[in-house]
C-alpha cells in the first residue's frame, strides 16, 4: 500500500469517528496564532483530538494540561494602549465577583505558583480580572503586569476549583491583553462543563451580541443587537456560538465583529460536504479534478462563513460558477444560495486552508504572521459579497500580500445566462468599463466602492441581467458587514 493510500484511508476512517468542527474553531485565527505556533507540539494536537473530540479556540484551551507554554519565561509584552491599562484597572467580573476572599486566594496563589502558571518575575503585579462558575467550569482570567508590560493566563477548572488546582490547570500563559480581550475553552479535565467563549472590555464599555441575522430582499445581512445583561463582559457557552458582538464605550463603537478573533484565515477540512479523497493526494490533480476541488473548496467556505455568521437557516450552498480565472489561469468557485440572492464566497485555488480578503491593500492590517508568511504560500484565496440579482455575482478578486491576501480593483462578474458575452458597468465620471465574457465570468477594473450599474449582454446587445453595485470603499468586511476595530 502507498502512502498516499494510506493517507486516504485513514482520512476516511478520521471522517466517520471526529465530528465536524464549529465553525467559530475554523473561522480567522487570530494573529497572536504565531507565539502559539511555537508552544504547541504533536502530542498537544493529539491530547485535543483524543481527549475532548473540540479543537479549542485560538486563544484557550481547557482540560488538556499547561500545552501552551512561554518558552520566554513570561516577560509579557510592553502595553502603549491606554485602553489596555483601562482592561487591567477594571474591577474583577464575573459570577465570582463578589467572592472578596476567593479572589485574595487566587491572587496569592497565582503570585506564588508562577512557574505553574507559566510567567515570571518580570511581571510583579497580579490582577485577577475574571472569576466564574456560570458555565459549568470554573474560569479565571488574570493579568500579570509591570508598570509598562503586561500578560494575560486563562485558567479552566471543574466546578469549584481551588485556586492551587486551577494555577495546575489547563489554559494559556503569556497571552497579549488587548482592550477587547477575548479567551475560550472547552470542557475541564474530567469532561464537564461546554464550551465556551468569553469578551471582557474595559469598566464602563457596554457589549452587545448578535447571535442570528436576517436577509434583505436584496440579500444584504441585517441584525438586530441586544445588550449584554453583564457589565462589561459577555460569556457565550453555546452548543455552536456564532453571530457577531459589538463593544461600546462613551456612546462609540470600538469593536464590532463576529465572535471570536479574526485575521482573515478560514479552513473548510472538515466542514460538510466532505472534501473529495483526491485532495488528500500529493500528486499532480487534472483540470478537472482541480475544479471539483475548488468547488468543494468553495462551498465549504460558505458554510464555514454563513453559519459563523449567524445566516438563518444557513441556505444550502450551491456552485453559481467555477472555471478558469481569465488571463492568469487560476480555478476558482463561486458558492452561495441557489436563488443567487445574498452571500456569496469566491475561492481562488485547491488549497483546503484560504486566506480571505478582509479590505483593500490601503486598509488591511499590517501583516505580523512572521514566518508562517511563507507556509502559506500554497493556500487559497477568497474574498465574500452580496448580489443582489440571481442572473449575475460581482465579486472582488483577491490577491496574496505577504501573509495575508486583500481585495483588489478587478471585479470579477459571473453571469448565470450561456447567452453572455459582454459585461457593462457605467456610473459616473471614470466609474465606466467593460469586458467580454470568457470562461463564464468578465473581469472589470473598477475602483473598490465604485457606484455602477452592472449590465449584463448577448451577441445582439439584448440586455439579459441588471445589478447595482453595493459594496463599501474603504475598510474590512464580509458579506458587506463593516468590521471595526478602533481603540
Given at each position: 500500500m502507498s502512502v498516499d493510500e494510506l493517507r486516504t484511508g485513514l482520512a476516511r476512517i478520521a471522517a466517520t469517528v471526529v465530528p465536524d468542527e464549529d465553525p467559530y474553531d475554523?473561522?480567522?485565527?487570530?494573529?497572536?496564532?504565531?507565539?502559539?505556533?511555537?508552544?504547541a507540539g504533536l502530542g498537544a494536537l493529539l491530547a485535543a483530538l483524543l481527549t475532548t473530540a473540540v479543537v479549542a479556540p485560538a486563544t484557550g484551551?481547557?482540560?488538556?494540561?499547561?500545552?501552551?507554554?512561554?518558552?520566554?519565561?513570561?516577560?509579557?509584552?510592553?502595553?502603549?494602549?491606554?485602553?489596555?491599562?483601562?482592561?487591567?484597572?477594571?474591577?474583577?467580573?464575573?459570577?465570582?465577583?463578589?467572592?472578596?476572599?476567593?479572589?485574595?486566594?487566587?491572587?496569592?496563589?497565582?503570585?506564588?505558583?508562577?512557574?505553574?502558571?507559566?510567567?515570571?518575575?518580570?511581571?510583579?503585579?497580579?490582577?485577577?480580572?475574571?472569576?466564574?462558575?456560570?458555565?459549568?467550569?470554573?474560569?479565571?482570567?488574570?493579568?500579570y503586569h509591570s508598570d509598562t508590560s503586561a500578560a494575560l493566563v486563562a485558567k479552566t477548572g471543574e466546578l469549584g476549583a481551588r485556586p492551587q488546582d486551577l494555577v495546575r490547570a489547563g489554559g494559556i500563559s503569556n497571552l497579549p491583553i488587548l482592550p477587547f480581550t477575548m479567551?475560550?475553552?472547552?470542557?475541564?479535565?474530567?469532561?464537564?462543563?461546554?464550551?465556551?467563549?468569553?469578551?471582557?472590555?474595559?469598566?464602563?464599555?457596554?457589549?452587545?451580541?448578535?447571535?442570528?441575522?436576517?436577509?434583505?430582499?436584496?440579500?444584504?445581512?441585517?441584525?438586530t443587537w441586544r445588550r449584554a445583561a453583564t457589565p462589561g463582559y459577555l460569556l457565550l457557552d453555546e452548543q455552536r456560538i456564532r453571530g457577531w458582538w459589538r463593544v461600546e464605550c462613551g456612546g462609540?463603537?470600538?469593536?464590532?465583529?463576529?465572535?471570536?478573533?479574526?485575521?482573515?484565515?478560514?479552513?473548510?477540512?472538515?466542514?460538510?460536504?466532505?472534501?473529495?479523497?483526491?485532495?488528500?493526494?500529493?500528486?499532480?490533480?487534472?483540470?478537472?479534478?482541480?475544479?471539483?476541488?475548488v468547488e468543494q473548496a468553495a462551498v465549504n467556505s460558505y458554510r464555514l462563513l454563513a453559519e459563523t455568521a449567524g445566516l438563518p437557516g444557513t441556505p444550502v450552498p450551491v456552485r453559481r460558477w467555477s472555471g478558469r480565472i481569465p488571463g492568469a489561469g487560476v480555478p476558482a468557485s463561486i458558492a452561495g444560495p441557489a436563488s443567487?440572492?445574498?452571500?456569496?464566497?469566491?475561492?481562488?485555488?485547491?488549497?483546503?486552508?484560504?486566506?480571505?480578503?478582509?479590505?483593500?491593500?490601503?486598509?488591511?492590517?499590517?501583516?505580523?504572521?512572521?514566518?508562517?508568511?511563507?507556509?502559506?504560500?500554497?493556500?487559497?484565496?477568497?474574498?465574500?459579497?452580496?448580489?443582489?440579482?440571481?442572473?449575475?455575482?460581482?465579486?472582488?478578486?483577491?490577491?496574496?500580500?505577504?501573509?495575508?491576501?486583500?481585495?483588489?480593483?478587478q471585479l470579477l462578474v459571473a453571469p448565470a445566462q450561456e447567452e453572455a458575452v459582454l459585461v457593462t458597468a457605467t456610473g459616473s465620471g471614470a466609474q465606466r468599463a467593460v469586458a467580454p465574457v470568457t470562461n463564464g465570468a468578465a473581469i472589470l477594473s473598477l475602483p473598490l466602492g465604485a457606484e455602477v450599474t452592472l449590465r449584463v449582454l448577448n451577441a445582439d446587445g439584448k440586455v439579459l441581467d441588471v445589478q447595482a453595485l453595493h459594496e463599501p470603499a474603504t475598510g474590512e468586511r464580509i458579506f458587506n458587514e463593516q468590521l471595526v476595530s478602533t481603540w
Open positions: 475554523r473561522l480567522m485565527r487570530h494573529a497572536r496564532r504565531r507565539r502559539r505556533s511555537r508552544w484551551v481547557g482540560g488538556l494540561g499547561n500545552w501552551l507554554r512561554d518558552p520566554e519565561q513570561g516577560s509579557g509584552y510592553r502595553v502603549t494602549n491606554d485602553w489596555v491599562w483601562r482592561l487591567i484597572n477594571s474591577p474583577t467580573r464575573g459570577s465570582l465577583a463578589a467572592d472578596g476572599p476567593l479572589l485574595d486566594e487566587l491572587t496569592r496563589v497565582f503570585d506564588r505558583n508562577r512557574d505553574e502558571a507559566g510567567m515570571g518575575s518580570a511581571l510583579p503585579a497580579v490582577k485577577v480580572l475574571f472569576a466564574d462558575d456560570s458555565s459549568g467550569v470554573r474560569q479565571v482570567v488574570v493579568a479567551v475560550g475553552g472547552g470542557p475541564d479535565g474530567k469532561g464537564q462543563g461546554s464550551r465556551w467563549l468569553l469578551g471582557l472590555a474595559p469598566a464602563g464599555c457596554t457589549v452587545w451580541s448578535a447571535p442570528s441575522a436576517t436577509l434583505t430582499a436584496e440579500g444584504a445581512v441585517g441584525r462609540t463603537i470600538r469593536e464590532e465583529g463576529p465572535v471570536g478573533v479574526r485575521t482573515g484565515e478560514l479552513s473548510g477540512r472538515q466542514s460538510a460536504p466532505a472534501l473529495d479523497p483526491r485532495a488528500t493526494s500529493t500528486g499532480p490533480l487534472s483540470p478537472d479534478d482541480e475544479l471539483r476541488q443567487g440572492v445574498g452571500p456569496a464566497v469566491l475561492q481562488l485555488g485547491t488549497g483546503h486552508d484560504a486566506l480571505l480578503a478582509l479590505a483593500a491593500a490601503n486598509d488591511a492590517r499590517r501583516d505580523d504572521t512572521g514566518t508562517l508568511a511563507a507556509s502559506r504560500a500554497d493556500w487559497a484565496l477568497a474574498a465574500t459579497a452580496v448580489s443582489s440579482s440571481a442572473g449575475l455575482t460581482a465579486i472582488r478578486l483577491p490577491a496574496r500580500a505577504g501573509g495575508h491576501a486583500i481585495l483588489t480593483d
